[in-house]
């Protein structure tokens, strides 16, 4: 799905697969990752994958216009935006509001310095982004019916495997 015949099936209207929202991390290529082309993916990206109203936005109108029947929230490997929240420091202009969002996420247990536990603050991270995108009431009413899953997926960088959370 990656040709100009491809292009002019989907230039009059869009019917993705899957609706995504995941981090901009540039080494986390999502039409790469899962074999897509265009007009396949329902992409929504911003570092950290943080489900902001806008992200949520965007995610509601993926599954009640266009009809994905699955928003997946997809964390990875070595998140440079959890790293910078479990570091604690102060950062300019609005990249706070990114580690504020993902604190809560710290906040769920023991903090320590190990590679573990940053491991597990990325997943935690999504498992709350997915706790937030479920709480859309537009997004719950589509799961309550069955229309969508919502679930949360975290990608490994050195092997490419993508593993479901929930």
Not at 32 to 53: K, M, Q, S, Y
Not at 95 to 111: E, F, T, V
Not at 126 to 138: A, F, G, R, W
Request: hydrophobic share 40%.
């Amino acid at each position: 799905n990656q040709n100009y015949v491809r292009l002019q099936e989907v230039s009059t209207e869009q019917k993705p697969l899957v609706s995504i929202m995941s981090c901009s991390d540039s080494r986390v290529p999502l039409g790469v990752v899962f074999d897509r082309g265009i007009g396949d993916l329902f992409v929504v990206r911003d570092a950290g994958n943080i489900a902001t109203p806008e992200e949520i936005g965007s995610l509601e109108y993926g599954a009640v216009v266009l009809g994905t029947p699955i928003i997946m929230v997809l964390g990875h490997e070595k998140c440079g935006a959890v790293k910078a929240a479990l570091a604690g420091d102060p950062l300019p202009g609005q990249m706070g509001s990114i580690i504020a969002a993902i604190q809560p996420a710290i906040d769920r247990a023991s903090k320590d310095d190990s590679e573990e536990f940053y491991i597990e603050t990325i997943k935690r991270n999504v498992m709350l982004q997915v706790e937030k995108v479920h709480s859309s009431p537009l997004l719950h009413d589509l799961v309550e019916q069955g229309k969508l899953k919502i679930v949360g997926a975290y990608y490994s960088l050195k092997t490419g495997e993508v593993t479901l959370l929930s």
